[in-house]
């Protein structure tokens, strides 16, 4: 199994990102999958999740109105628009399959395997 995120960057406080996510070595609809992020110094946290169907989706508080997640089942690929950046969501941003919840953390890990991240950096 391979996933590669990309899409990260330095941007602005109020800017706008988008990241994606393409997996390889399974069959990507199906699973859930999620957006976990890793500021400096802190654990990894799932910040959003959608369902097997593509039909439901979960967000963190934190990000509620401000990140949308989708997925492209024909590329294979998991996406995280991010509007309104703040400061605070500085992080090392993964993606991997997940077991979605409507309460914190929206996102828990299926499978122990991590791709390499994209980096999000906010300046204020």
């Known amino acids: 199994v391979q996933v590669v995120e990309s899409g990260g960057g330095l941007v602005q406080a109020g800017g706008t990102l988008t990241l994606s996510c393409t997996v390889s070595?399974?069959?990507?609809?199906?699973?859930?999958w999620g957006w976990f992020r890793q500021p400096p110094d802190e654990e990894r946290v799932g910040v959003s999740c959608?369902?097997?169907?593509?039909?439901?989706?979960y967000y963190a508080d934190d990000v509620k109105g401000r990140f949308t997640i989708s997925r492209d089942v024909a590329k294979n690929t998991l996406y995280l628009q991010m509007n309104k950046l703040d400061p605070d969501d500085t992080a090392m941003y993964y993606c991997?399959?997940?077991?979605?919840?409507?309460?914190?953390?929206?996102?828990?890990?299926?499978?122990?395997?991590w791709g390499q991240g994209a980096q999000v950096t906010v300046s204020s």
């Open positions: 991997t399959a997940a077991s979605c919840s409507p309460s914190p953390p929206v996102a828990v890990s299926l499978f122990n395997y």
């Open positions: 070595g399974l069959d990507f609809d199906d699973f859930a």
């Open positions: 959608i369902g097997r169907s593509g039909r439901t989706t």
